[in-house]
Nanobody, 121 residues
Framework: QVQLVESGGGLVQPGGSLRLSCAAS????????MGWYRQAPGKQRELVAT???????NYADSVKGRCTISRDNAKNTVYLQMNSLKPEDPAVYYC???????????????WGQGTQVTVSS
């Protein structure tokens, strides 16, 4: 009853910028922490950034100073602004959200299907 839809991925040059968006929809009672993870070919999924419902961010060391996570609670949407993109950044970026459903008010993790970010000259 919940889906997360990512958008904003694409091709960008090294040093360029992208803004990713993820909108949650469905039978949602409340959304708590939201975040972004990424998975490159041949590598495991890793944390990029998270943000609490109150707006407190947390970043992986690899993106500190280059990324900004934000959210719009009225739109059930989380954003990831990525600047100074590096060759190690290309991956599929997945949206994650801790959500309590209307039918079952327990906090569970939900995942989007991912959006591709490609860094190339």
């Amino acid at each position: 009853q919940v889906q997360l839809v990512e958008s904003g991925g694409g091709l960008v040059q090294p040093g360029g910028s992208l803004r990713l968006s993820c909108a949650a929809s469905g039978s949602i009672f409340s959304i708590y922490t939201m975040g972004w993870y990424r998975q490159a070919p041949g590598k495991q999924r890793e944390l990029v950034a998270t943000i609490t419902s109150g707006g407190t961010p947390n970043y992986a060391d690899s993106v500190k100073g280059r990324c900004t996570i934000s959210r719009d609670n009225a739109k059930n949407t989380v954003y990831l602004q990525m600047n100074s993109l590096k060759p190690e950044d290309p991956a599929v970026y997945y949206c994650n959200a801790l959500i309590a459903l209307v039918a079952w008010r327990r906090q569970d993790n939900y995942w989007g299907q991912g959006t591709q970010v490609t860094v190339s000259s």
